[in-house]
């Protein structure tokens, strides 16, 4: 039997409940009518990142980059098409490092770009380096599958 889940709108960053009987295709935000899932990551500052890691009740997959990264720019469009195929398991949302040091910091984000996975609010995996959306898609379920 499922469970309702708790998600966070990619758009104005409201947490929502979804009805575990509903499917998740069709869930629009409570608060903003914006679409749940809509098959892309989701741009994200300080404070959308933590609310994101803190409050979805799926895992999430960050990818921290930079807009001068050449390896950064080159593995968007893979991470993007990572969503298409993740969504609605995990949430995928891009910490740009430039803008957010701070966090960055924090991170203890040494090169980009790097993947970092969030389960339950902690992080369960870890790479560096550009990847294409299979290896993406393979690693994070992979950690997934070990955390």
């Not at 997959?61 to 398991?89: H, I, K, N, S, T």
Request: with cysteine; charged share 25%; aromatic share 6%.
């Amino acid at each position: 039997m499922q469970k309702d889940r708790k998600i966070v709108c990619p758009q104005c960053f409201a947490v929502n409940r979804l009805a575990a009987e509903r499917p998740v295709s069709e869930a629009r935000c409570g608060k903003c009518g914006h679409a749940m899932f809509d098959a892309h990551p989701v741009d994200a500052d300080g404070a959308s990142f933590e609310k994101h890691i803190s409050r979805n009740d799926i895992p999430v997959l960050v990818d921290v980059w930079a807009p001068w990264c050449g390896p950064c720019r080159m593995m968007a469009p893979a991470f993007a098409e990572a969503a298409g195929v993740l969504e609605p398991e995990v949430r995928l949302i891009k910490l740009n490092s430039e803008n957010e040091p701070q966090i960055s910091s924090k991170l203890g984000i040494r090169g980009i770009p790097t993947m970092l996975l969030y389960k339950d609010g902690r992080e369960v995996g870890r790479v560096s380096g550009a990847m294409s959306a299979r290896q993406i898609v393979d690693w994070a379920r992979a950690q997934l599958a070990s955390a």
